[in-house]
């Protein structure tokens, strides 16, 4: 297969030329370096099989750490180590209810966004 291009290699410019209206357009269009960070970080969370399972649970209501743990068949142990990550991200809320801990998505933000994804890799 030697001389052929597969169709996932990336192509490059045949000649060095700079679109400068172009660049200018995309350079004031780039958020800051400190909210690209902070988007990044918050894409992280999203990064994890396990994490994507426990928000796809969160979206129709709360659940408690033996809820999901059930759910996904896993330990509370681990439920509970991944939902501090979501919640350090501000993707999910807790609150207390007796000696029992739900939680919930904080946002439609996140809702949208997850299931934007979903639907993204669902139509690929």
Known sequence: M???KQKSEVECCEEHVIHTD?????????????????ASDFFKAFSDKTRLRI???LVTEELCVCDIASLLCMS???????????????LVRS???GKTVYYAL???HIQTILA????????G
């Open 2 to 4: 030697a001389g052929k």
């Open 22 to 38: 172009a660049v200018q357009q995309a350079c004031g269009a780039m958020p800051d370096e400190d909210i690209t960070a902070a």
């Open 55 to 57: 928000l796809s649970a």
């Open 76 to 90: 509370q142990s681990a439920i509970s180590h991944q939902l501090r990550f979501l919640k350090q991200a501000r």
């Open 95 to 97: 609150r207390k209810s």
């Open 106 to 108: 904080c946002d439609d």
């Open 116 to 123: 934007q994804g979903i639907a993204h890799v669902q139509e």
